[in-house]
């Protein structure tokens, strides 16, 4: 039930606003996956992006409150507009947690990001997608949000070269940023720091030359998942704009049964 048609019908009872006799504090409880439109303004002069995001909105309950009003979650969603960025999301985050009158809260919004590339050496053009989130918690009055990103790259084994007579293992990894920022940084500049420290980008569309072409880079630039998430880490110490993050590499073995993962963390969380 809404908070408007309580207030329009008086006599239909608000029963999430009664109080509840087993004073139990709830964590967190709301609304998870909903699906909503929206368009990324990713920051520089590009037009934003349309997108799809599923997302999850969470408050914490008081012990005496028997629930919340699920409803407003939706209501604020569509009231958010078309374009969004950090400090939009800032705003939903503060709103939310007012609307419920709630002292924390939490919001994740998850949604493809596309970015389109050119090839090395055909010069075809094609878009890669990439898995990203806007983070954000609410604590009795303050606000931390985090960017997150999904970067598949390729990576070559060092080892594997080494030993070799012919040829290496190589596969498909995962760079994961979790990044606070403290200024302006474009989700593709977060993309390009990633996938200049991998063995090679990846692409949506390749003819035989590219393929070449990339199959070599990677050769002449093998790289553990340690020196990965070294070098993407040193990358992010270097930006002023960035005040914590959480960097992650995965690779996806091609000769065992198991990933190779890293992580390093600086100020995250703050």
Known sequence: ??????????????????????RIRIDQVGIRGIRHPVNIADDGD???????????????????????????F????????????????EYLLEEMCRRLEAKNGYIELRF??????????????????YDVAFIGEYRSGVIE????????VTSLCPCSR??????????????????????????RALIDIAEKEASCQLFGLLKRT??????????DNPKFVEDVVRDVA?????????????????????IHNHSAYAKISRNYPA
Request: net charge negative.
């Open 1 to 22: 039930m809404s908070q408007s048609t309580a207030r329009d019908n008086p006599s239909i009872p608000d029963v999430q606003g009664a109080s509840d006799d087993r």
């Open 46 to 72: 590009r037009a934003a992006q349309a997108t799809v995001a599923s997302v999850d909105m969470l408050v914490d309950l008081p012990a005496e409150r028997k629930g919340t009003h699920m409803s407003r």
């Open 74 to 89: 939706v209501a604020l969603l569509n009231e958010l507009g078309d374009t969004l960025n950090l400090e939009r999301f």
């Open 112 to 129: 493809p990001f596309f970015v389109r590339k050119i090839a090395p050496v055909s010069g075809v053009s094609s878009l890669m997608d």
């Open 145 to 152: 949000t985090a960017l997150r990103i999904v970067i598949p």
């Open 162 to 187: 080494d030993i070799s007579e012919y040829g290496a293992h190589n596969q498909r990894s995962h760079i994961t940023l979790t990044v606070r920022l403290t200024g302006a940084l474009p989700i």
């Open 210 to 219: 590219d393929e070449k072409f990339v199959t070599e880079q990677a050769y």
């Open 234 to 254: 040193a990358r992010l110490d270097s930006e002023s704009n960035i005040a914590g993050y959480v960097a992650e590499c995965e690779n996806f073995e091609s």
